[in-house]
């Protein structure tokens, strides 16, 4: 090979950085539907509460170098546990808004806008190890990030006035999940975008990759990966994992 050849090909002393993992989870709602008495995140279901639940699966990953939770400015309720698991008193008035400052504060500690970061719901007690390392294994080598999704499965209408208006078609239709990977700056950057308008419309990661362009990798989920949202949800989240406990 020529000189000329091999500096094109291995550009001399350089070496890719192998890039990091972080696990990012806002916890920093009040959960108004689910109708408790304090923020559902910490409401007990089988035996430790729903964010516990959600930290294990996460520290179960080996890939994850730090798990950060983003809890509300005052909040009492959460006790950290030892690294790999951090917190920051950041949360703010709406999911995006906890997120954005989240991915500000690994910055800060030093994560390198080039490595991942998985956003997942403190309220989506039921991820597993396995769908977290799906997610990872999927996104690793794309070069936009992706999301944990299930396609639809049922009839979908548009309504108006409380009567269906339409039924519309569901083939290619997802419903969002989360853990959602992105590289740290590039998602920090499309959400930065939506500070002025408070936000509006970005209720997930992926809608504001979508919004700077990018088209985020579906990756299939599971419907057990569902978020605890109603009063009637905790019940079956106690379910299934007192199901996987005597499995
Ligand atoms: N300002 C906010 C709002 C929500 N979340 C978090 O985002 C996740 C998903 O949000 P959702 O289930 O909608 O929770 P809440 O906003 O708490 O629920 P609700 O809309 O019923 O009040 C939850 O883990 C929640 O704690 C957050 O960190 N900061
Ligand atoms: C991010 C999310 O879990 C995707 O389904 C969901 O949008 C969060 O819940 P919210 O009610 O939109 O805050």
Not at 49 to 68: N, W
Not at 154 to 183: C, H
Not at 188 to 212: C, K, N, P, V, W
């Amino acid at each position: 090979m020529s000189a000329t050849k091999m500096q094109l090909d291995q550009p001399t002393g350089h070496t890719e950085k192998p890039r990091k993992c972080y696990a990012l989870l806002p916890c920093a709602g009040i959960g108004s539907r689910a109708g408790t008495a304090q923020p559902k995140q910490y409401e007990p279901v089988a035996g430790q509460s729903m964010v516990e639940h959600t930290l294990q699966a996460f520290a179960s990953v080996e890939r994850t170098v730090c798990i950060l939770v983003v809890v509300a400015r005052g909040d009492s309720f959460f006790q950290c546990p030892a690294p790999p698991v951090a917190v920051a008193h950041c949360g703010g008035q709406t999911r995006a808004e906890s997120v954005f400052n989240g991915l500000d504060w690994l910055l800060a500690q030093g994560a390198d806008p080039q490595d991942w970061v998985l956003v997942h719901d403190a309220a989506r007690c039921l991820i597993t190890p396995a769908q977290i390392n799906a997610l990872i294994d999927a996104c690793m080598p794309d070069p936009v990030g992706g999301l944990l999704a299930l396609p639809l499965p049922d009839t979908l209408k548009d309504e108006r006035d409380g009567r269906v208006n339409s039924t519309i078609d569901r083939r290619q239709k997802w419903l969002a999940q989360t853990p959602q990977m992105f590289p740290i700056g590039a998602l920090r950057l499309a959400l930065a975008s939506h500070l002025e308008t408070g936000f509006s419309g970005i209720t997930d990661e992926s809608s504001a990759m979508e919004a700077s362009g990018h088209r985020p990798l579906l990756v299939p989920g599971s419907a057990s990966n569902f978020k605890v949202t109603y009063p009637e949800d905790f019940a079956l989240a106690e379910a299934v994992l007192a199901a996987r406990a005597s499995a």
